[in-house]
């Protein structure tokens, strides 16, 4: 089993829905948690970066960590195309930088 | 520069063959790590440097493998005798305060 799991998708939903995208993990010592987003044939592009338990917003997008369920979510409200692509969760324990990833879950909004 | 370069954006080489993989970080950024990305996965640690020093390359899958950093900025990864599973996107990353860029990769093809 990873250490992360990430289910893979295709998710597909229309322009202006809520997405929800999640990420489960088996490592407590985990304590810095991101979500980057990934265009084909690009790298991933860091979206938010969470220490510890709670949430944090930035415009469309909201981070939720639940150190206790061991289990991250990203939500993005009112969707758009330009939002398809890839979503990968990331954690770490000491140096964000050295991540864990999931292996992502790909994103379609349709016009 | 406004990003991470990484050059070249795609390799194709003889197994058996030697390659170099090159990073140029953005500029002041002190810390860079270096991951690899096989198709429909997340990417993986390999190594990372603060500043000249590997500081972590725990991620090297074996002693083809080496990366250096010799003064502090642009970053070179090695790989001797390359085999076709090493074929795969290398990602290259510098950070600095908690904001994280990837480069584009480096796409490798071992035929």
């Known amino acids: 089993q990873k250490e992360v799991e990430q289910d893979p998708g295709p998710l597909s939903v229309p322009e202006g829905a809520i997405v929800s995208l999640n990420c489960t993990y088996s490592n407590s010592a985990f304590q810095y948690f991101m979500w980057y987003r990934q265009y084909s044939r690009k790298g991933p592009e860091l979206l938010m970066y969470t220490y510890s338990s709670g949430n944090k917003e930035d415009g469309r997008f909201t981070a939720q960590v639940d150190k206790s369920s061991k289990y991250i979510s990203l939500f993005i409200r009112d969707s758009q195309p330009s939002d398809s692509a890839t979503y990968l969760c990331a954690m770490s324990d000491t140096n964000a930088g050295k991540s864990t990833f999931g292996d992502g879950t790909t994103l379609t909004v349709k016009p | 520069g406004a990003g991470v370069s990484q050059t070249p954006s795609n390799k194709v080489t003889e197994k058996g063959k030697y390659v170099e993989l090159r990073c140029d970080p953005i500029?002041?950024?002190?810390?860079l790590y270096w991951y690899r990305q096989s198709l429909g996965q997340g990417p993986e640690f390999l190594i990372y440097f603060q500043g000249t020093g590997a500081a972590d390359d725990s991620g090297l899958p074996n002693d083809r493998f080496f990366a250096v950093r010799p003064e502090g900025s642009v970053s070179t990864l090695k790989i001797q005798r390359t085999e076709r599973g090493d074929s795969a996107v290398y990602l290259c990353a510098s950070s600095l305060k908690g904001s994280y860029t990837f480069g584009s990769g480096t796409r490798l093809t071992v035929v």
């Open positions: 500029s002041g950024h002190t810390a």
